[in-house]
């Protein structure tokens, strides 16, 4: 339903960036994929022990990069000369919430046990977090959160970011005893639920609409978020 949303909300609103939205699409397209083949191998045809890394982990990562671009598309439409002191603030953010990953997932993924394969596949998925922060942070830096539709995407990128590092900290803690269907996946459903929102919302029309570039505002929510990711 969320991809029907995006490619419904895509020629309905007709945006002034399309391709943008239809990366968001086949982003959401592969997500949903990967799940859908996870569950079908795991629940339906019984297969207990799927090997890691496989073709379903393909599809996951793949995702990262295309849903990256199509948040990148979005926020240089909306500055197409560049603004080079609001990318220095989402260059911030990104450092800081990279320096919290690569302590607590990235680093101890490539650092364990398995052959080189495994360990960067494992690390992989916390690197495509990351990527994806870096163009919604982009996207906030080009005014985007002022928009509707910019805020839903970064409350289901923000549910996904926080759904993937649990899930990730489980695996790294096997006493975490981790088990399918507990509140974690409420991160994802946010995800879905937001981004189709995205899509059908008027407000997508003008999110990547052309805005002379500006000074940013030294306002106390941006003072506040710089503090806390520095």
């Known amino acids: 339903s969320a991809v029907a949303a995006v490619v419904y909300g895509v020629r309905r609103n007709r945006p002034h960036a399309p391709m943008a939205w239809w990366f968001v699409g086949a982003g959401v397209l592969l997500f949903i994929t990967g799940?859908?083949?996870?569950?079908?191998?795991?629940?339906i045809i019984g297969q207990q022990s799927i090997p890691f890394p496989s073709f379903i982990d393909?599809?996951?990562?793949?995702?990262?990069p295309v849903l990256a671009i199509g948040l990148l598309l979005l926020a240089r439409a909306r500055v197409p000369g560049?603004?080079?002191?609001?990318l220095i603030d989402a260059?911030?953010?990104?450092?800081?919430v990279w320096l919290v990953s690569w302590t607590f997932l990235i680093g101890p993924n490539v650092r364990g046990s398995g052959d080189l394969?495994?360990?960067l596949t494992a690390a992989a998925y916390p690197l495509g977090d990351v990527l994806l922060l870096a163009m919604l942070a982009h996207l906030w830096s080009a005014g985007g959160f002022n928009n509707p539709a910019g805020r839903l995407l970064a409350i289901g990128t923000v549910g996904a970011l926080a759904a993937d590092s649990i899930y990730g900290l489980a695996n790294l803690h096997p006493a975490w005893n981790w088990s399918d269907g507990n509140p974690v996946d409420l991160g994802w459903i946010?995800?879905?639920?937001?981004?189709g929102a995205a899509a059908l919302h008027p407000s997508m029309r003008e999110l990547?609409?052309?805005?002379?570039?500006?000074?940013p505002r030294t306002t106390r929510s941006r003072?506040?978020?710089?503090a806390a990711v520095s």
């Open 208 to 215: 990547g609409e052309p805005r002379p570039a500006g000074r």
């Open 117 to 119: 394969l495994v360990r």
């Open 82 to 86: 560049g603004d080079r002191a609001s």
């Open 58 to 64: 393909a599809i996951y990562i793949a995702m990262y």
């Open 91 to 96: 260059v911030t953010v990104t450092l800081g």
């Open 223 to 226: 003072l506040m978020l710089l």
């Open 190 to 195: 946010v995800f879905y639920a937001c981004w």
């Open 35 to 43: 799940d859908t083949t996870y569950k079908f191998w795991h629940q």
